[in-house]
């Protein structure tokens, strides 16, 4: 199953993302995740403008056996401290708390199965 995610925040996030990468490439660049995840980099928009933050997206792949609680602490340690405005997923606005992240992700993976 696979989710997109966008998160508007940091420019600096993408790399802390992605365990510092020497070079990203959309649809290229993964990184594998706690809770047997993998997140593959799908792209970046970013604008050079005092507070506009910089736009990420990507695909979270998750298996039958995802740990989803790993998955969702690991998230929400890359985005909290107002490094992430606002993350969707799937175009679902969602609270950057970890309860409310792994609360929307086992509702998507419900509504697939």
Do not use: H, N, S
């Not at 199953?1 to 510092?20: C, H, N, S, V």
């Not at 997206?57 to 490094?83: C, I, M, N, P, S």
């Not at 405005?85 to 409310?100: A, F, K």
């Amino acid at each position: 199953m696979q989710l997109r995610l966008t998160i508007e925040g940091d420019p600096m996030l993408a790399w802390e993302l992605f365990d510092r990468p020497k070079a990203m490439e959309a649809g290229v660049t993964t990184v594998a995740a706690p809770g047997g995840v993998t997140v593959r980099y799908e792209g970046e928009f970013e604008v050079k403008a005092f507070d506009v933050p910089a736009v990420l997206k990507v695909v979270v792949q998750l298996g039958r056996e995802v740990a989803v609680g790993l998955f969702a602490t690991w998230l929400y340690d890359k985005l909290k401290g107002g490094r992430a405005r606002r993350l969707r997923v799937d175009r679902m606005q969602v609270e950057i708390t970890e309860g409310e992240i792994k609360r929307v992700l086992l509702e998507r993976i419900e509504e697939e199965e």
